[in-house]
């Protein structure tokens, strides 16, 4: 297998300023905490935010609210008041000192002897007096922190009165997570440069009839090791590299790569542990005599292709995500594709799938629902899919799924990289 020289890593590093040493998150996730959430807690009508986090189970949004290094148990309580926003930390002593050095909240108040963070989330929770009290328990699986356990116990601290103000966070974090500052944008842009070059960097190691999916996959493994950065979703399915028949979301396998295939990709990076992208590029591999794609593959990807622009048309702020699936699906439609169970696309940022608007639901024939139903805002993130589907004579089907990440502004949308416009050609 060809091997990218180190070298050539370099200079793909080089115009990347976001993979310097020093880590913008800290100051990236204070202007967040500070800005972003007050006006999300508005947004889904919430007075106050608990948080619980604790070290070996912690609640997946530990690491946005400052969370992620506790060792006992540490209550991070967010409110909202006649315009008026306080984050507030009640720790046991041996996590304060650190907290207070991170400097992420107004105030860190150490438990006093005997006192668990239940009572004293509880007392701070009677004093402000909110009138709905987000908790991470619900049915988004980012906003279902909060184990039976907790949930017991913190409704034994808060009494009937303030324990029947408890509702679930799904909304506030959708809110919350689901928008990014300029700043985490231009990060995401430069993630996504990287990831679609070392997509085509992989595919130029492909021999016919003798590389296999599983050899791409390496390749790309492989770079992310020698670049020093982790995976979007989990290593044992990033990349799914696929030649063959529709697999889904899987491992890449041994398939040797023939004449006549398309490959697909679907590769994503995190950077400085955070930033995640999801990207597919598609490649088609000549058949002997052949220059370029036959007329029927390059339909196939025009289909696609235009899948994809259609839907990013589609993406406007108040837009609901099932509209912009069912506007993809229209041209699905015309264009002659077979089904696709998948949607259209999903947040992404933190996540490979984050918490936001659901680019999907026209796929089932039925009234949308969740986060279908959400709208879309300028800031967002999005993972989307251009689909065009066919079966195969052996059976199955193959299915083009042209992924682009873009951006929602103020008027519309835009990709965050130039988007793939042609096949790339494997000889």
């Known amino acids: 297998m ?72 540490v209550a991070f309580l967010f409110v909202r008041k006649a315009g008026a926003f306080e984050a507030l930390a009640l720790s046991p002593p041996g996590e304060a000192v650190a907290l207070r050095d991170v400097g992420l909240h107004d105030r860190v108040d150490v438990l006093e002897k005997g006192q668990t963070a239940y009572d004293a989330a509880a007392a701070a929770l009677k004093r402000a007096d909110p009138k709905r009290i987000a908790v991470n328990s619900g049915a988004t699986v980012l906003a279902d922190g909060l184990s039976w356990t907790q949930r ?58 003798k590389t296999r999916d599983s050899d791409v996959a390496r390749f790309l493994i492989e770079a992310l090791a020698e670049l020093g950065v982790t995976d979007s979703w989990n290593p044992d399915q990033n990349p799914n590299v696929n030649s063959g028949p529709d697999r889904g979301h899987s491992n890449a396998t041994d398939r040797v790569i023939q004449p006549g295939d398309f490959i697909q990709t679907d590769f994503g990076i995190k950077l400085h542990g955070v930033w995640s ?7 088609y591999v000549l058949k002997p005599g052949e220059t370029t794609a036959p ?19 589609a993406m406007k702020p108040g837009v609901r995500g099932y509209d912009v699936d069912k506007a993809q699906r229209s041209w699905m439609k015309e264009a002659g594709s077979e089904w696709v169970m998948w949607g259209t696309g999903h947040p992404v940022g933190y996540w490979a799938h984050d918490a936001g608007p659901a680019l999907s639901g026209g796929q089932w024939e039925k009234e949308p629902s969740g986060n279908q139903l959400r709208t879309l805002q300028p800031g967002q993130t999005f993972a989307f899919d251009g689909f065009f589907c066919w079966k195969l004579p052996e059976g199955g089907t193959k299915t083009l799924s042209v992924e682009e990440m873009a951006v929602v502004t103020a008027t519309g949308a835009e990709y965050l ?4 416009e042609d096949l790339v050609l494997i000889r």
């Open 152 to 209: 017991r116990e913190l409704e034994k601290a808060l009494g009937p009165e303030l324990g029947a103000r408890l509702v679930p966070s799904e909304d506030l974090v959708a809110e919350w997570l689901s928008v990014k500052l300029p700043a985490e944008v231009a990060i995401l842009r430069e993630a996504a440069v990287l990831t679609a070059k070392l997509e085509l960097e992989a595919y130029a190691t492909v021999t016919p009839g």
């Open 295 to 313: 007329a029927e593959a390059v339909t196939k990807w025009e289909n696609s292709r235009k899948g994809s622009r259609t839907a990013l048309a």
């Open 2 to 73: 060809k091997r990218l020289p180190s070298l050539a890593f370099a200079l793909l590093l080089a115009p990347l300023p976001a993979l310097a040493a020093d880590n913008p998150w800290p100051a990236i996730r204070k202007e967040r905490l500070h800005t972003l959430l007050p006006a999300a807690m508005d947004r889904a009508s919430v007075d106050a935010w608990l948080v619980l986090c604790r070290e070996n189970a912690n609640d997946p949004l530990a690491m946005h609210v400052g969370g992620e290094n506790a060792g006992g148990l």
């Open 417 to 420: 990289i130039p988007p793939q």
């Open 277 to 283: 992208t999801d990207i597919q590029r598609f490649a």
